[in-house]
Every structure is written in structure tokens, then in C-alpha cells.
């Protein structure tokens, strides 16, 4: 079989190197291995063999014996001759390393846990061993050495587990080398060698340990060098929990040698284990550690002898610190009952869970954390460490890192980086020494000043009704310094202050527990869960509360306790002697000193757990002691102790709540008797003269015994109370305080009195809690009279014991009832609240709001009273911040619930709450704001860096404690908005007390909103405070300074701003909300005023706009109702009426209405108020103030505006205003679409009389109403003023063109009569003349003048309107208007006045002057000189008395109209050098027309004409610039534009020049929509260049009638030779250039106008060119004309017209009628054909430049017809340049330039006017493209167009004067050459157009 070789496989040169697996395949056994080990090691004791082996099995896998897992320290151990040379050790590392590196990650990881399990294991053994019996000395060492073995192995792989490091020094100190455990716990704590290292905090519990226990090593050794180290300074100043240090030992079942510096010798007497004494070593020198021990050994009481071992003495101050224990927290009173029922039910089977009964290790009970000395540079604060994560990462192990050179940059677990507190103080003493106290205070001093006002203002109010609880902010400051007092009554006031200060820097978990797990509805017992809870309370009501600080002393747990050792160790005594002794030597403090709680625990456990053996101890005792006198009342003192203890047991275990079982209660029972006979029998056998002390506690303690049976009845526990309360009394000896028994505290006649009053009126709340709850009124009848005696029995004065007893005497009160009242008034808070829930339950479930709101208040006042009562102060601390914590609790949910019924039923919720019950609550919400302000001193101070919290997960930022002090937030905000309720209801009760109520109310508003602010608070309690205080602002509106209260409300709100006010806007942090109706419909009044103070263009820039525009989106649209419709289309067919004259005069009077009804609508308010007319001013000022480059989008506000505004005049038309605004709108809407463009002008007129016909009618109802409604301000005055104004002008410049009077018109309203002829139409009124509106808009501007006479435009437009009247009053028919004809020194006075009050300069330039008065003033003068009106000199005198008169206003004489008409040119001169931008074109017009006359034209006068004209508004390429001045009307530029072509195609006709005429109708084509009437423009311009073009080719007219009597086949033989000749481009004649042009003018022409005149011109040219030119041209070759028409070649314009006379049925023969018969064509060429050959033929010409034509002086008459043109030979004459000779008419109307390209373009132009060649080639390609884009498109239209090429007229009956108007004129016909429109329009431009 044949083989090969792959090419791309190469052959491996060393195959003997192969992949060595072997490795980790003995990893993985080893694992595997290891979890077998681990698995069998945790499952306990019973397989410690089986993984005794399975260990064994492990450290003989192989990878023990690699390099790599062996020490550096076991290589160093090994033979010489096993170790590397020098030569090969580098080598040997190499390799390790590169083995190292190929091992798998996980050899290390094994290595590690292998021998620290392992290690862990041998001590486990141990353990298991020494439960069951002691191991000798030398096997103990020995394992020890063996566990250390493996522990320094593990920590050679892994040196960061300071855990392990803390196991091998505690093996260390088991072996008593000092060494190993100082070096072991040194590398817990990381030691580091630099001595500048600042102090750190331990990083996790395991190095913490480490630091303390290497702190008492050294202090045992008294080391104070190591002492001073900076790492060991945090555990010198702190102090480890009880709770943690009880865990610090991790071996508390082996010996430690190091705590003392004594050596432990090893004792050799005992060789059995079972009399082997057990030695119990303490950790803390106290009572209590020792009753621990000796508590876990009573399960086992095995030991014959017990020795003790406890730490050295302490330093005094130390000392004095654990001598105090802490007092108990609530939480551990609950912990230390259950642990004394666990321990109870535990009595009958002592069997152990474990059996370390000898271990020398104290176990303590749990306590609380002690406070941690917090220092900062201000303020200590203590407060608690919070326990650490359970899992914490342990840090890298580092030794040494100062010496390797690396830097320690420290970090806490959670990432964050922690500056070194030398890093800290150097921040702190960098720079100037700055005290930090001051930096705090001025960083404080906002919250004090805020918080100042506050407490005065609010305690101003509360003072007038005699409440004083509220204080002042520095008494509150000074009652939380640490400063102790020895006032009761300030004791008593600031107690609660304070715990709630220390519960905020205490807080920990157990605080938060109490809090959130609290149910309000427990605590106050209206809860379905508690419905025994009132029962509970009643039956608890005789037991005194909590503790109480009495001069009791706390017990010493450390007195003593080294005598007692001592003595334990020098004599021999078993388990039973130690406790026996121990209980001797505890039990005697029981009532002289307070025991904690776990010392309380701890004597239950011991006296239950040894209960045999002390009772029969205590038996021999006192039959020893019987004739012992000085011992025998020690003994029983004893036997009664343990006798009420045992009470107190049975009582706790028994209780409703306890849940032992029945056995346990059992054995306890039978204890108890087993007592109370034992302490009868020693009480029988005392002396009578002996301690009646001891007496009253047995008779207490056995009346207790004898009524704690159910079985008893309630009658006999009456009586042995009242026995025993007789018997306390007349005994007459103090009371006897027994605090370490929690049920009978106190023996005392109240105390019995208490029991008595109790068992009284245990029938009546019996009954009461089990009445049925189905019947509030039976409840209701009987809780009423019990809790509110004031209303029961108003002549009862409790205030004293005397009188109660003598009005309840006298007033007939049952017994019972008074005995309810008597046990309530000594009752306890928990009860009192209960009936009080039950009696709001009853009126809640009948609907009686007002007294549930009542029982609110009753509740809070119970609460607050009696965070002040005895037992409250008097209480220990934990269970007193316990306390307050549940009642914070229950307060919450009282105010929430009170404040919500006192703001939703503000109006019932007050009617039973009278002057008495007003007062309590108010002190009492005063006495709680108190409290709850020390929370935001508090968060003050954290706000500010003064206090700084622990960081630990209860301070976290989201732990329990933000959750609390977010919730006293809420509270406080709670409680100020429920004071200010019942302030204002006091307010109302009070009268003659507050002086200013709303004023007093506004700021007590604004005081609380301004602190709350400052620490954004507002936002708690779901904004309460800021709703409140917007619904009371809105109702107290008339307050002042309104705006400074509710601005900051909205603000944080709505996030709305008013703008205005005294006081700036501060962010509070408050989310914002939508705005909604109904508050803007309560506040848009206030605003609406605000906004009406603002001028409009202020208002614009202002912040209010935002907040207006905001409201208008909150209010939405409004829905339109009938009456509103009726009312607007009232209005809308009222402004589509015609405008009758008597209405605009009726209107002076009022007495213009529209009929409209009244509207009633939810919005109906806001309209009252204007509110619409306010939005649509906005919208119509913010159009205003656009600067408007263009037509767009700006209209977008106009329009919002008048809808606005509409909408204001549905509700209501009687605001003159509003009609005023609209009229305005209109006004700017007709501008806007007349001031960009003609286009609405030439084509959309209908809509431009339709605005200004609702201008004006807004115009005339607005003076009609406002005659009516209008008040007497200077403001209105003003407003009318600017109204008379623009009526005015509205009323003038519909007058005047482009308008022309057409809104007046009234064609379109006609009603129809009937009369003696039938049926006819008659206009509805009369029209309103020109004069009559000229004469009405000069009223108008008069009365504007009243106001505002400083208003040069009044002035000006008032002249001229008196000027136009005093002109045209001639031209009325009616005989009487002329009689009112103004005189010309009332128009001359009007611009005199103008021109007084004119600004200097143009308002859109500082440096333009403003000239349209003075020019007014010099054109009208002038026309009446011309009018001879006025004479000349006149005149002249009274210009030169005007400012910008010439010569400086120097005297001039004037003797005739030529030394006139120099002096009027040199004036407008001087007004033209004035204007240097010329701005004003009206001046050059005016030289234009007074240098032409037309009355007499000619060429001198036409070109000084032409060439004023081109200097300024015509430039020599004919581009018009006429520009729009400020005060131009809109519309007027059209206009004008259309006047100036006019006047300068006048001009050019008669200088001749084609050129400039042929420049301007491209100008004019181009800018169609620059025009007034355009077509007029257009058609003017077209037969004036249709002329020119005529006269300088000499073209007769009507001329082409030779067609009519010429056959086809001469046409076509003529056309053709025609096409040869004009497609020459060597050949030019002035006809051809004229051919040329005219059908240019065709095609710029497109269907602008009719082209009836260019077609003629165009026949004419193409006879003239038959006649004159065709007829010369010889004959085409026949022959190969016919060889084309047979091939089907040659040209198409000469093959055509060949083929059609061909055949009869050639279109040139025939035709079909409408039947389809056949006519014969008549003879000769129709119109039709002459031009479609001329068109064929113009579009074959070459585009080449033409020559100019010959110049000539204007012809006065046209050529005659019969006149044939010469040849074109003759020289050329020409008076146009080359270039105007050579341009073109182009069609350009389609494609249309803006002006900055137009300018360019003439700026190109006048350049090529200097190069020929240049214009000429750029005038070639344009004329190229121009033709190719248009051929076709003209080809279409004179194909399509049968009426515009049909056969026109016959000339001879048609007469050519209607056809070319102004044509003949010129031609020597006629003088006229305009119709009578054009006259008129040429007197128009005489005048002005403004």
C-alpha cells in the first residue's frame, strides 16, 4: 500500500516533548481529595475519624511534594548536599518560576485550604475532646504545636488572612510564647515600619480584634513605646462593644498563658479528671461575668472545686467607666423576659446543648453598643458603631510597605478613598488659623435667622392666647447643651427635646426597628388587632410604668469582685458553695441599688436553675441563725427577696401576652408556694419591734400572692387592698421603692390606692370594652361624660383636691362617675388614648366629622402631655427614647389625619371646638413643634459639616436613619400647617384680640415657607404646606405685597414665576407640577392686575409672560356655548357690512352697538378680568416687536392674537380696548400682505377691502365704546389718543392708492325697491366721499392731538389732510361740503407744527435726518404758487423761516415764476444734500417733474429730466432702487414704482432712447409683482418700445395689407429668398435689427398682455422686408428646387410652402365647414401665415450683435404708409453706445433674480459698457440659451392659439386709436396721448403719496 507525505505537515524534530497532563489530572484528585476531607470535618464530631483519614489521604497526594509546594523555610531546612550550587540556583529559579507560572491557578488555592482546614481540624478535635474530658498538659501542647505547624504553612501561600493570623497568636498565647502571638497579631494589624504614618481606622471586624487583643498583650507587658504607635491610637481611643468583644477569643476552650506576667507552672496533684478543679477565666472584672459562668455550669454541676481567673485591675477612669453599666434599652427588657421564660422552661431538663461547662471562657450576655466618641474640631457627638458586613474582603497581606517604597494610599472596602488624618490636619492648618466655630455660625446663620422669626412671630400670636409653650429658638438651643440642670420644670420641658437630639446621633438598627415596625393603630388601640388592648391597658393601669431615676444607685458590678475570687480560690469550693456565695453576696443590693436588666436575668436564672439547693440552703441558714440576732435579718431580708422575686417570675410568665407552656407555668406555680409558705413561716417567727419594712413588703407581696388567682373574686381582692391600703396609712412610713421588680415597684398607699381604684372600676370598663361596637350612641352616651368632665360637670374645678371634693358634693355626680374620673386623671396614657379612639370610632361611624376631629386633638394633646409627665422624665433612658419613638409614631398618624379634616372641612370641622379646648391643642402643637424642631437643628448641623455621621448602613443614604429624619420632616411640616388652623380659628373667635388677622396670617405663612425653604422641606408631607398656603393666600387676597407671599408658592409648586415682588426666587428642591384650572382660575385676577402694571413691551421680556402663557395651556380651549356663537356671528356679519357714513359720526357718540347677550361659562370669570384680551395683547406685541425681513411664519402670532381677542369680545363687547386691539390686527394683517409684494394688490383685491372694512369697523366700535365705558386716566387718555391716531390713518390711506377708496364702495350691498317702473336695486346708503374721509381723518388726528400734542406724525398727517381737502373740495357736488373747505393757513400751520416737533434724525438711523416734513412743507408750498394760491415771494419767506431752509434761511426775492422755479430747485437741492443716503426718492421726483413740463415737452427738458432720474433712482442699466422709508405707508412703494416707470418711459420716448427703454422692460417684465396695476405697467411699456421700434426702422403702419392681394406662390417664393437674406449674418440693416427685437419682445411678452400690437409691428416689418428687401434678392434655382421636392430634400422652409398648393385637398385650398362640405380658401396671405413665416424665419437667424441705429432728434409724426424705406447702404447713425445698440429684450420673467444679484448683474453691465467684445459674446450665449429654452414653448403658442393669430379687422374700419392708444399721438394725429385715467394719476403724481 503505497504512502505519502502531505506537504503542509511538517515532522516535529523532538517528539519525545509531548504535552504533560499529568499535573493537573493530580490537582483534580487532590481536590477531590480535599471536599471529601472538608465535607466529613463539617458534619461534627461523630465523623472526626473518618476525617482524621480522609486528611491523612489528602497530604499524600503528590502535589505536596512538588517545588513549587514547598516553603522557602522547609528548603532551607533540608541536607546541604540536596541544595543547589550558585551556579544552578538562578537556574533552579528560572524553572520554579516557569512551573510556577504553567501550574494551574488552582495548586495555590489548594496548598492554602489543605493546611488551614487542617490546622482548624486539630483544634476541633481538641475541642471535642475537652467536652468530654480534660486533656493532659503535654497532649494539649502537642496538638497546639501541630495546628500552628499547618497554620504558618497556610500563611506562607497566603500572608493576607488576618483571621488566620489571629488563630495562630491565640495558639501562640495557648503555648505561652509572647513572641509568636505579639508577631502574629503585628501582622493582623499591619504594622507598618514608618513612624510618620498617620492613624487608621481598623479596615475590617478580623484586624479589629487583632488591634485590641494586641493592645492588652502589650499592656500586660507595658509597652508604652509600641503603645504610642499612630496605628495603635484607634483602639486606645475607642472601646469595643460588649456585644463584639465577647467573640475577640477564636479559641475561648484553651488556655492563655500571656494574661498575666505570672507562669503558669502545670500542676501534677490530680491525676483522676473528675477531682481535677475547673479554673474560669473572666474577661471582665464583674458581677455579672462571673453569674454567666457560673449560669452556663449549672446545667452540668459536676466540678468539685471551682477556681477563678480575672483580668487585672483597671485605671480609675476606666474603671469608673465599666463600673456604670448602661442602662437597659426596651428592646432587651422584652429580650430579658423571654430569655427568663426560655430559662424556666429549661429548669426540669438541665441537659445542656453543649458541654462546656469547665471552659475557661466568659460567655455575656447581649447589651447595648456603647457610644463611640465621635471627636470633629467642634462637636462631639456619640454615636454607635453600626456593625460591619458579615462578608468583608480581606486586604492584601503587606508587611512592610514604607521599606519596599511604595506608598499607602488607604482605602475602605467600599472603594472610597479615606484621607489620613495627617493628610486632614494638614488641610486644617494650611494658611491662616481660622476659628472653625465662627466658619459654622456664619454658615448657620440663615437656618437662626429664619428659625428666629419663627419661634418670636408664632409665640407673639400664641401669647395673646395666653400659650407659652412654644419658648424661643435660643432657649431651644440652650436646652440641647450638654450642660446638666438641676431645674425640674426644665427637666420636665426639655427631657423629650433632648432624647429626641441623642436618638438622632444614636441611631442604629433596634431604633429603626421600633419605628417602622410601630403600627400607629396599636399604639393608640384603634386597631382590629388590638381589641383586648384597652382591657390590657385598664388591667395594667394599677402597675407602675417603666423604670424610674430614683437617688437609687446603679449597681456596682465590679465591687467586690476580687475579694470574692480571692476567697473562692483559697478555699475549696464545689459548683453548689460558689453559687450559694455568689447569690449572698448579689442578692443583699436588691433594694439599695437598681440592677441592669441582664443582672436581673442572671440572679432569675441562678435561683431557678439552683432553686433546690437555695431553699434548703436558706433553711439551714436560718435555723442556724435562729439565736443569731445580727444574722438572722439578713436571712430574711433574703428569704423575702427571693419570695417576691419569684412573685415577679410567675406574674411575667402568666401575663395575656407570654407563651410558656402550661408545664413550665406549672412548676413555677409550685415553686412560687413553696416560697410564699417558706417566707409565712419566717415572718411568723420575727419579733414585732423588728423592721416594718419587711413587714409591709411581705403583707404586699402576699396580698399580690393571694388575689393572682383567677379563682378569686373581685370583692375579696377589694378588700385586702383596702385592708392593706389602711394598714400603709396608718403605719405612716415612707414608701418603699423595689425597682428591681417590675410588679410591685413601689409600696405606698397611692400604689394600693391604685389597686383599689382598679378593682372599683373594673365593672365599668369591662363592660365598656365589651360593648358592641354596632351601637355608637350607647358608647358614645357613656365615654362622654368619663373623658371630657368639663362638659359633664362644668362647676367642677379640678385644679384642686378640696374643691373637687366639695362640688362633687354638691353637684349631684354619681359615685361611680367621679371614681372613673378619679382613676382616669391617675391612669396611664395608653388607657386614656384607647377611650379616646373608641369614642372617635363612634362618632366616625355616625358621620359626626367634627368630633373625630375633636378626638384628633384630644389624642395629641395626650401624647404631648405626656412626653412632660413624671413618669416620662422620670423613666430610664432606653425605655424612654423607646417610648418617644412609638408616641413619634402615633403622633404622625394623628396629624395626618387631623390636618386632613381640618383643610378638606375647614367649615364644620370647628363648630364644638370652643376657647378652651382651641388653647390646649395650641400649646400642645407648640410643645410638639418644639420637639421636632430639634431634628432640623440637628440636620442643620450635618448640613453644614459641624456634625459628622458614622459611617455605617444605618447612616447610609439609603438607610433607616434618612427614613427617619425625613419622616420628623414631614411631621414638623405637619404640625406648623395644623398650628396655623388653629391659630386662624382662634382669630375668628377672638376678634378684639388680633387687630390685623389676614396680615397676621400671611405671615406666619410666609415665616414658616421661608425656614421650611431654607432647608427644602417644603416638598414634605406631599407638598401640604405649600397647597395650604396657596388656597390661603388666593383667599387673602387683598393683603399687601400679595405677589412677595404666593410668588415663592408657585415657584416650588408649578415651578411658575410671577417676576415681580420684593424678594428674589430660592430654590427649595421642590418637584413641580402641572398647573392646573382651578388654581389658575383662582389666581388669575391677582395676575391679570400685576401683568396690566407692566407696559405690554416690558412685559414681553419678563418672566410673567412664561407664567401667563402657562396659565392659557392650563385653562385649555374654551368650549364654545350658544350664547357665545350667537354673539360671534353677530360680530363677524357685522365686520362684513359696508361702511355707512352716519356710523362713523354716531360712533363720536356712543351710539354704535352690536347686538350680543350675556355669556355665563366656567371661563366667564377669567373674561370679566380681561384675561383673553391680556393673551391676545401679548401675542399681538410680541408680533410687533419681529423685526419682519420677509413674508413668513411671524403672521402665526397675529393670528393667535386676533383669535384672542375675538374670543375676549364673545363674553363681552364693552371693552373699548379689545375692539381697539382687533382693528390693530387687521391693520397689520392688510400690511403684511401688501408690504412684500403686489400680488393681493393687482389680483386679490376682495380680500383687502374685506380687512379693511373690519378695521374700520373695529375702529368705529371701539370709539363708540369707548365714548361709553372709557374712564378719566392719564393711561386711557394716552390709549385713545394712540387709537384717534390710527383710525386716521386707516381712514386715509384707504383714500388713497393702491386702496383707491374701495372699502367704501358699496356696489356690493344693494337692496331692492320698487317704484312707479317696477322692481330696481338701490345701494343701501350713500358712499363716503374722498373729502368727507379726508375731512373725518383730520378729527381724528385733532383729537389725537389733545392728548398728545407732541406728536409730529399727528401733525403731519392732519396737514396733509387738510391739504388734500382744501384741494379736491371743488370737485364735491354737494354745494354744502364745499363750504367747509379748510383754508391753506390751516394746512401750512399743520407741517409748520410737523416740522417744530420732529425728531432731528430718522428713528431707524442717528444719523439720517428726518425730511418728510420739511419736503411736504417745500412741495405744497410750491403747488400753490403754481396754483397761485399763493405768491412767490409769500413763498419763499415762509421756507426760509423752516430749519433746513437754503442760505442758512437768508432773505430771498422772488419777482417771477422763473426766479421761482430756480429758487424751489435750489431748495429741494439743498433737501437732497441733506439726504446723503438718499432715502427720500420723492425729492428727485419732484426736480424730475419741475424741470419737465408737460404741458410743453421736449428733448432739452425730457433728458435734464431722464438724467435727475438715473442719477438716483434709474441707474444707467435701467435697475430701479426706490426705497422704503420709515414713515412710507404700506402698499405706497408699488405705487410709486408704478408712477416712476410711467414718468420715465414718458421720458425715454421722447429722448429716443431704445437702448435705456429696451433695459428697462426687462426690468419690468423681471419685477411684475413691484407694481401697482402691472398689466397697465406693462402694456404702457411694450407700445412705448413697440413704438420706438417703429420710428427708428422707419415701419409704416398697416402696411402688410400688400398680403391681401398676393398669391401663395409669390409669398412663399419672397419668404424664402427672405430666410437666405436674414440668416446671413454679414448683412445688417436697422429692419433687421428692428425684426430681430420685436420678436424678442414677443417672446418676453409670453401672455403678460394681448399681442395684438406686436403682431402688427411684426407683419408690418415682414411686408416692408417683402416690399423693400425681398423683391432685390434673386430667384432660387428651379431645378434643384424640384430635385428637392422629388428626394424629399432641402430645406424645410422652402419645401413646405411648395407642397402645399399641391393636390385639391392642400390646406391651402380647402377647408372644412361644421357639415364637413369643402369651401374654397379666398385669395391673398392671412394674418395667420404671415406670422407664423416670420417666426420661422426669426427663429433661423444667427445670434449676432447688431449694428446701433441711427441717431436723430425725436420725430414729431409717424412715416407716412406709402413711404419705402432705403436701402441699407446709406451710413449708419446712431446716438446709443455699442453695447445698448447690441442688447437684446430677453424673456425673464421665469426665472427672476433677487436684488443683491440684480445689483451685481448691473454692476456686470456697466463693466461691459466698457468692453464691447466682451458684452457682445456674453449677450450671444445668453440670447442662445434664452432662445432654446423658450422655442418651443412659443412654437406651442402660436400654433394653439387660433384667436390670437385669426385674421384680424380690416384696418379701414377699424379705428387704430383704440387699438394702439397713444400711438397716433406721437405720430402727429392728435395732442393727447393718455387717457383721462392717466391724467388724473399724472396729477397724482403731482401730489404726494403719502
Known sequence: MSTFTALNIFPDENPDDEIDNTKELQIEEALKLYQVALKLHSQGPEHYTEAAEAYTNLFKSDIFKYPESQTEFLRLDKPPEVEFTEASHALALDIAAAVAEASPSTLPQILYLSYKNHGQFILDCVKGSLRLEPLPDGALDYQAKAAIDNFSIALASDESDTELWRRAARLGSMLGSRRIARYCLEAAVEVDDDPTVAEVDPMSLEEGFSGEQLKQQLEVLSDEISLSHPVMAPYLKKKMPKFLSKSIDPYPFLPDATKSLQIVRPQTNFTEAGTAPILLNLDHRSWLALGEKLCDMSREPTASRILFRIPPPVPNAQEETVSQPDPPSQAHLAEAEDQIMKDIGTTESPAAESGEAAVATPITSKSDEPAVEIVTTTTTVPVSDGRRPSSVSLPTRKRSQSAAGIRETPEDENGAQKRSKRIRNRDNTEGAVVDPATIFAEQLKPFVLADENVFSFVSSLLEKLDVNDLGTLPGLQAALEPENTTDRSEIVANTAVRDLRDILRTWDDPKASTFVNGNAADILGSSASSANAGLAAFLDQAKTGPQRLTNIPWFADADGISEFTDKVNSEWMPFEDVVWEWLCAVLPTYHGTLWTEQMKVMVVRIITYNDAEIFTRLQLELEHSARDTDKLPHWQDMAETLFELHIDIYSRITNPTSAVPFETRLLTKERLDRWADFAADVIRTRKEDQDEALSSRYLWASVFYATMADSVSREHKVLCWSDLQALLQESGQPAIELQNNAVMPEISVEAAEREVSRLTTMDFFFNLFQTDRSDPAAIIETLEPVLDPESACESMEPDTEDGATASEATDGTPAALRDMWKFLKSGSTSLRLFLWQRLREAYLSIGYNTKVFSCHLKSIEIIVADLRTGDYVDSADDPRKHKLLLWLKALDDLLVKALTIALNDATTCFEIIDERHIKSTCAALAQLARV????????????????????????????????????????????????????????????????????????????????????????????????????????????????????????????????????????????????????????????????????????????????????????GPTKSSPQMQHNLRNYTEYLKTSIRPSDLYRAWKGQVQVDSLPVVTPESPLADKNWYFLMGMINLAKFRAQKRLGPGSQTDDLRVAATFLRLQLQFSGDFWETWYRLAQCFDHELEEEILWSADKINNHRPDLVRLQRSSIHCYVMALSTAFRTADDSFETAEKLSEMYFDFGMRIYSASREPFGMEAFYVDEFEKHMSGSEGMYKKSLHEELSRYRAWNYASALFKESLRDRPSNWMAHYMKGKCLWKAYRNANDEYDPRIKTTRPTMEAALNAFIKAIEHAPKNNSSSRS?????????????????????????????????????????????????????????????????????????????????????????????????????????????????????????????????????????????????????????????????????????????????????????????????????????????????????????????????????????????????????????????????????????????????????????TGESATSMPSMRHMGPMSLNNLVMDMNGTQIPVPSGISRREVLKRAEQAYSRMPDIPRPAPPPARPRLSEPSPSLILGSNDGPPKQRRSASAATSTPQNEASNQADEDEQEQEDEQEDDQEEHPD?????????????????????????????????????????????????????????????????????????????
Open 932 to 1115: 421636632l424642631h430639634t431634628a432640623a437643628i440637628f440636620d442643620d448641623e450635618i448640613r453644614v459639616g459641624m456634625t459628622q455621621l458614622p459611617q455605617n448602613a444605618a447612616y447610609a443614604p439609603h438607610g433607616s436613619f434618612n427614613s427617619f429624619i425625613n419622616k420628623l420632616r414631614e411631621m414638623q411640616v405637619r404640625t406648623w400647617a395644623l398650628q396655623y388652623t388653629m391659630i386662624k380659628e382662634a382669630m375668628s373667635q377672638n376678634i378684639e384680640i388680633f387687630l390685623t388677622p389676614d396680615n397676621d396670617l400671611a405671615d406666619y405663612l410666609a415665616l414658616v415657607h421661608f425656614s421650611l425653604g431654607l432647608r427644602k422641606c417644603c416638598k414634605a408631607s406631599n407638598k401640604i404646606f405649600l397647597k395650604m398656603m396657596k388656597v390661603e393666600m388666593i383667599r387673602l387676597k387683598h393683603v399687601e405685597r400679595w405677589e412677595d407671599y404666593l410668588g415663592q408658592v408657585l415657584y416650588d409648586l408649578y415651578g411658575v414665576r410671577l417676576g415681580v415682588g420684593t424678594y428674589l426666587l430660592e430654590e427649595h428642591g421642590c418637584p413641580t407640577e402641572q398647573l392646573d384650572r382651578r388654581t389658575v382660575l383662582n389666581i388669575a385676577d391677582q395676575i391679570i392686575i400685576i401683568a396690566n402694571r407692566m407696559p405690554i413691551k416690558d412685559l414681553l421680556k419678563h418672566e410673567l409672560r412664561g407664567t401667563l402663557e402657562r396659565m392659557q395651556t392650563a385653562v
Open 1814 to 1890: 466682451q458684452q457682445l459674446e456674453h449677450e450671444q450665449a445668453a440670447q442662445k440659451q434664452l432662445e432654446a429654452e423658450h422655442e418651443a414653448e412659443a412654437q406651442a403658442e402660436v400654433e394653439n392659439d387660433e384667436s390670437d393669430l385669426s385674421d384680424p379687422p380690416d384696418m379701414d374700419d377699424f379705428d387704430p386709436s383704440t387699438l394702439f392708444p397713444g400711438m397716433i399721438g406721437l405720430g402727429g394725429e392728435g395732442d393727447g396721448g393718455e387717457s383721462d385715467e392717466e391724467d388724473e394719476e399724472g396729477e397724482e403724481e403731482e401730489e404726494d403719496g403719502e
Open 1408 to 1688: 439720517e435726518p428726518l425730511l418728510e416734513p420739511h419736503y411736504k412743507l417745500v412741495s405744497v408750498v410750491h403747488k400753490l404758487v403754481l396754483m397761485q394760491s399763493m405768491s412767490p415771494q409769500a413763498g419763499a419767506d415762509l421756507l426760509q423761516k423752516q430749519p433746513l431752509a437754503p442760505d442758512k434761511g437768508a432773505p430771498v426775492v422772488i419777482e417771477n415764476a422763473e426766479e421761482w422755479q430756480a429758487y424751489i430747485l435750489r431748495n429741494l437741492h439743498h433737501l437732497r444734500v441733506t439726504d446723503k443716503q438718499h432715502w427720500n426718492h420723492r425729492i428727485v421726483v419732484r426736480v424730475a417733474h419741475i424741470l419737465y413740463d408737460e404741458a410743453n415737452p421736449n428733448f432739452d427738458m425730457a433728458n435734464a429730466a431722464r438724467s435727475e432720474l438715473r442719477d438716483s433712482i434709474f441707474t444707467k442699466t435701467m435697475h430701479i432702487q426706490v426705497w422704503k422709508s420709515d414713515a412710507e405707508r404700506p402698499g405706497r412703494h408699488c405705487v410709486y414704482m408704478e408712477r416712476y416707470v410711467k414718468f420715465m418711459v414718458k421720458l425715454l420716448v421722447i429722448t429716443n432712447d431704445k437702448a435705456s427703454l429696451e433695459m428697462l422692460v426687462k426690468r419690468v417684465r423681471k419685477k411684475n409683482n413691484d407694481f401697482h396695476r402691472f398689466d397697465k405697467v406693462w402694456a404702457d411699456c411694450c407700445l412705448a418700445y413697440v413704438r420706438l421700434i417703429r420710428r427708428q426702422a422707419e415701419i409704416p403702419a398697416s402696411i402688410d395689407d400688400t398680403f391681401k392681394s398676393e398669391s401663395h406662390d409669390d409669398f412663399e417664393n419672397l419668404s424664402t429668398r427672405l430666410d437666405k437674406w436674414l440668416e446671413d449674418p454679414r448683412i445688417a440693416q436697422p429692419i433687421k435689427d428692428a425684426f430681430k427685437e420685436v420678436n424678442d419682445l414677443k417672446k418676453l411678452n409670453g401672455t403678460a398682455m394681448k399681442s395684438t400690437p406686436i403682431d402688427d409691428l411684426i407683419s408690418d416689418i415682414w411686408a416692408t422686408l417683402h416690399i423693400q428687401i425681398a423683391k432685390t434678392l434673386p430667384d432660387p434655382d428651379q431645378n434643384s428646387l424640384a430635385n428637392a421636392q422629388l428626394d424629399g
